[in-house]
């Protein structure tokens, strides 16, 4: 892993660490029973589409890693801004609301989308 004297500005980055813990835990390893699917998220700081930060959180190995899928296509992808997706995590905006007010994007597999819940992530501590 590289060291880089810059971590990320983003709040995402913080809950992509959290999450990587979290699928070590039982309740994780349930998760990747249950879902088994790959979703790629391009989070920016401000507006969708420009300076976005992508991450991957594989639930069919239980990984968490920065950068674009390189195992094929992902089964889902969404777009968002690092404030949107803050809350659609924590449970504070509901995804189906999100997508369709315009605050995320989707592409890939619809029924693949619809398991991105926040179930799927950590309760947050204090961020």
Same mark, same amino acid.
């Given at each position: 892993? =590289?060291? +880089? +004297?810059?971590? +990320? $500005? !983003? %709040?995402?980055? #913080? !809950?992509?660490?959290?999450?990587? &813990?979290? &699928?070590?835990?039982? =309740?994780? %390893? #349930?998760?990747?029973?249950?879902?088994?699917?790959?979703?790629? &998220?391009?989070? =920016? $700081?401000? %507006?969708?589409?420009?300076n976005e930060e992508i991450y991957v959180v594989d639930l069919k190995k239980g990984e968490v890693t920065k950068g674009p899928y390189e195992g094929g296509k992902p089964d889902a992808t969404f777009s968002f801004k690092d404030d949107d997706f803050i809350k659609i995590s924590s449970g504070k905006m509901n995804p189906q609301i999100a997508f369709m007010r315009g605050a995320m994007k989707i592409k890939g597999s619809m029924s693949a989308a619809n398991k991105f819940t926040p179930d799927i992530f950590p309760k947050p501590s204090k961020m």
């Open positions: 892993m =590289a060291t +880089s +004297s810059t971590s +990320s $500005p !983003l %709040k995402a980055a #913080a !809950l992509m660490e959290q999450m990587k &813990l979290h &699928l070590a835990t039982d =309740a994780g %390893k #349930a998760l990747l029973k249950k879902i088994g699917l790959v979703y790629q &998220l391009h989070v =920016a $700081p401000k %507006k969708i589409g420009f």
